[in-house]
T-cell receptor, first 109, second 112 residues
């Protein structure tokens, strides 16, 4: 069974500090992995997708198949990064998506 | 270009009743996915429709069913409502699979 685990429910950092939001997954095939973000009073929106290898709003995420991880990183956190972040996996064979339970990031001034 | 819309915004039903939730996908999107989100949890995948066919389903009982129409809008139907069905129901639309999903604002369902 596929599973996504985000071990930290809450994460707090100071502005300008590096931030890493952890995501571990279990899936036997080649996963499609995503990070979604939900800012206060806004809809859930895609932040980035592993296959695109883009940096969005300064965030990057590297797929580590050996450790089955897809951690989200940003070298210098900004206050506007405060939000709920969800890691998600899509099983292309079964057509099934799985989301983690999210990490609430707070960036303090 | 309008975004994903859902109706109604809020809904209160009694245990045992049936409910239909609606989702209007973003223009040009042919894939719709439905999620249930309980308080404090991430979205739980219910099912996905692609070009009017269900092509993926999560661990939800058959009383959760859906439809996708030729204009790619979608409905989620839940029969025999239970108290645990109380949640936020999200739909998301995308093109040719859930690779860049655009989410709606959700429908808050309360079952009493």
């Amino acid at each position: 069974a596929q599973r996504v685990t985000q071990p930290e429910k809450l994460l707090s950092v100071f502005k300008g500090a590096p931030v890493e939001l952890k995501c571990n997954y279990s899936y036997s095939g080649s996963p499609e992995l995503f990070w979604y973000v939900q800012y206060s009073r806004q809809r859930l929106q895609l932040l980035l997708r592993h296959i695109s290898r883009e940096s969005i709003k300064g965030f990057t995420a590297d797929l580590n198949k050996g450790e089955t991880s897809f951690h989200l990183k940003k070298p210098f956190a900004q206050e506007e990064d405060s939000a709920m972040y969800y890691c998600a996996l899509y099983n292309t064979n079964a057509g099934k998506s799985t989301f983690g339970d999210g990490t609430t990031l707070t960036v303090k001034p | 270009e309008t975004g994903v819309t859902q109706s109604p915004t809020h809904l209160i039903k009694t245990r045992g009743q049936q409910v239909t939730l609606r989702c209007s996908s973003q223009s040009g999107h042919n894939t719709v996915s439905w999620y249930q989100q309980a308080l404090g949890q991430g979205p739980q995948f219910i099912f996905q429709y692609y070009r009017e066919e269900e092509n993926g389903r999560g661990n939800f009982p058959p009383r959760f069913s859906g439809l996708q129409f030729p204009n790619y809008s979608s409905e989620l139907n839940v029969n025999a409502l239970e108290l645990d069905d109380s949640a936020l129901y999200l739909c998301a639309s995308s093109v040719d699979g859930p690779y860049e999903q655009y989410f709606g604002p959700g429908t808050r369902l309360t079952v009493t």
